[in-house]
């Protein structure tokens, strides 16, 4: 499959994008280099491989849920400009 530059323009312009001449010569080159790429790819038999959602066995990366000591409402409050009956006060926004 091949694009041509006046897919390339004609895709830019849908995107509401605008690329000089020499650009668009670029640019499709490039998308044609990525479709041999992907041609490549599909000629590969992956009939023995399973689906993955990450390319490493990482189970968790993340670390464990643990209750742990706060500030107090009333520390929190100590840092406040204005406060009031334990929110912090803001100025309205109109």
Known sequence: MKITKEEVSHIASLSR????????????????????????????????????????????????DEVKEWLSNDEAMDNAPQSDNGQFKVPRII
């Open 17 to 64: 994008l605008s690329f000089e001449p020499e650009e668009l010569d670029v640019i499709s080159l490039q998308l044609n280099d990525i479709l041999i790429y992907i041609e490549k790819l599909n000629g590969l038999d992956t009939s023995g491989v399973e689906p993955v959602t990450h390319a490493h066995d990482l189970v968790n990366a993340f670390r464990d």
